[in-house]
């Protein structure tokens, strides 16, 4: 705000206009009088003597001798600050000076304030050129008086730093300046003391006054990882040991950093009194940290579950809306089998499927240039092995059938009907142990059904009877037996080769057939091995009529 003698008036401007008569200081009124041609300023009541030219003293502040055309009021400390000004009275003019002011509260009591009072301090710059401080004020608000400048540990930051005026600027402009604190040093050894205080040379503190965002800068030759520690009670510091910290660099979000690394990283820290980079494993060489604080919103990670983010704002449910909507990302899923994702594990993020045409994906399963729909009619009396659904041609790609549609003639035989995966050479049979052993990988579960068609060699192995996983030793070995959970079948000789299939379903057909198309449901998809053929058997001779099926389903990882 400025104050401006206009024809032997105190003319007072600020952000929100011109006030004549008064205006609110912090929880104070300061009023303008004139009395017999005399320029007054009163604060509680009391009142000072205002001239165009003249140094007065206000709550035993003292200003620097200078014209004081404008004044410029911090509203946080009810101390007035004066400041030269360019050219001469009358009319307003811009300020050279700039005050910064922060406030604090006493964690410590001293000489002048005790524990909980608010006190203040007001930093007056000269801002000509290379900004050059000319004094600091420090002032009790609890007690309303004047202090001596205190020890520093003996505070906590409550506000941001508040600067007024500023260089060239009219008096009346604010700005806004956020706590800045920095720190650096080097960590040459492994700090011994991780939850007390830091072994020497091997950690770099930092306090943080109320910031929110602390910046890491790491350089330097060293070996061993790095870790971030906060306190709130100033004694007992704890590790960060969720993946917390975000390479500025790289966007990776990290519980450590890690040995060796160079790189610009970022941690919230809102609420946290100090924190500190150390080392807690062994340590070679020298890292070179430079600390840095700030109140800046700038990228801020998080784990577990996230915050939603509305743009435009939120309403009530059920209620009328001009919000903007959410706009969400996501990857055009796959259309061709070559192009599935082959590398997600569990665990891993992946993007939300959305198609070329930018429509989010919400059907089951896969996107529709990777379904596929195959027909097969078969005489009942084939009871050889026939390819339903051809391989995908791309490894590590499954067939998954969702449902089939079936419906026959009447039929001679009533009997069962299989649908198989993809045919699986049997190597071996063990005598002792039961454990057969498959040339390629199996791909199979405890409590997997399996078939044997054909059998080389040995006896007590029957074919075309539905038998049981009860171990899986290994990619290509497993035991089996009649049972869900039964003893092991052992063959009394041992079995020089066999043809294997896993049972993915089967049903059982009447003689009066199915005359109208049946679906069947998969709620969990039929999975087969990838990039192989899905099969289709008959295994019992049903003497007469004809089978219909098909198969729905699609390709995926």
């Known amino acids: 705000m400025i104050f401006t003698i206009i024809s032997n008036y105190l003319q007072v401007t600020t952000n929100e206009g011109l006030i004549t008569n008064h205006f609110n200081v912090g929880s104070q009124m300061l009023d303008c009088y004139k009395i017999g041609g005399t320029i007054y300023l009163g604060i509680g009541g009391a009142k000072y003597n205002f001239l165009p030219t003249e140094v007065i003293t206000i709550n035993g502040v003292t200003p620097p001798s200078y014209n004081i055309d404008d004044i410029i009021a911090n509203l946080s400390t009810n101390i007035l600050s004066f400041f030269t000004v360019s050219g001469g009275g009358g009319g307003g003019s811009s300020a050279n000076k700039d005050s910064v002011v922060v406030t604090y509260r006493v964690i410590t009591a001293f000489t002048g304030a005790s524990i909980g009072d608010i006190i203040t301090s007001t930093q007056v710059y000269d801002v000509t050129s290379t900004p050059v401080l000319n004094s600091t004020i420090w002032f009790n608000q609890t007690t309303r008086l004047s202090i001596s400048a205190p020890v520093m540990t003996n505070l906590e930051s409550v506000t941001p730093n508040f600067t007024r005026g500023s260089g060239a600027v009219d008096g009346s402009t604010q700005r806004l300046t956020l706590n800045v604190e920095s720190a650096s040093g080097n960590i040459t050894t492994q700090n011994l003391v991780p939850n007390g205080a830091a072994t020497a040379g091997s950690a ?4 943080l006054l109320g910031s929110s965002i602390l910046s890491i800068q790491v350089t330097g030759t060293y070996t061993g990882a790095l870790s971030v520690q906060f306190t709130v009670d100033g004694s007992r510091w704890e590790t960060i040991t969720n993946p917390s910290i975000l390479n500025s660099l790289t966007n990776a979000v990290v519980t450590s950093i890690a040995s060796a690394t160079i ?86 993020a992946a993007q939300l499927p959305i ?66 995966d993809s045919a699986l050479t049997v190597s071996s049979i063990a005598i002792t142990t039961g454990l057969a052993t ?31 996983v009860t171990a899986v030793g290994s990619a290509t070995t497993f035991n089996f037996s009649l049972t869900i959970g039964g003893a092991n079948v052992v063959p009394s000789v041992a079995y020089t080769g066999t043809t294997m299939y896993r049972l993915l379903y089967q049903t059982r057909l009447q003689t009066t057939g199915i005359p109208t198309p049946v679906t069947i449901n998969f709620p969990t998809p039929l999975r087969g091995i990838a990039n192989t053929v899905t099969n289709f058997l008959i295994p019992v001779s049903l003497t007469s009529g004809s089978i219909f099926i098909t198969a729905n389903g699609f390709r995926g990882f």
């Open 204 to 207: 770099v503190e930092i306090a």
């Open 355 to 420: 198609t070329t045409n930018q429509q989010v994906v919400v059907k089951p399963f896969s996107t529709a240039e990777l379904d596929f729909t195959t027909n097969l009619s078969s005489v009942s009396t084939n009871v050889t092995v026939q390819p339903i659904v051809p391989a995908s041609g791309t490894a590590s790609i499954r067939n998954y059938i969702s449902s089939l549609v079936i419906n026959t003639d009447a039929i001679g035989a009533a009997g069962v009907i299989w649908l198989l």
């Open 263 to 348: 790189g610009i990283f970022t941690v919230n820290c809102l609420g946290v009194v100090r924190a500190r980079v150390t080392g807690l494993a062994a340590m070679t060489g020298t890292a070179v940290i430079t600390l840095r604080t700030s109140n800046s919103q700038g990228a801020i990670s998080f784990s577990g579950t996230q915050p939603i983010i509305l743009r435009g704002g939120t309403d009530a449910a059920s209620a009328a809306t001009t919000v903007a909507p959410v706009y969400v990302g996501g990857r055009v899923n796959p259309t061709t089998a070559a192009t599935v994702d082959t590398t997600l594990v569990a665990g891993d």
């Open 438 to 468: 498959t040339s390629a990988s199996h791909d199979l579960k405890i409590g997997d059904s399996i078939v044997f068609t054909a059998l080389a060699g040995g006896t007590g192995v029957s074919v075309n009877t539905v038998y049981y």
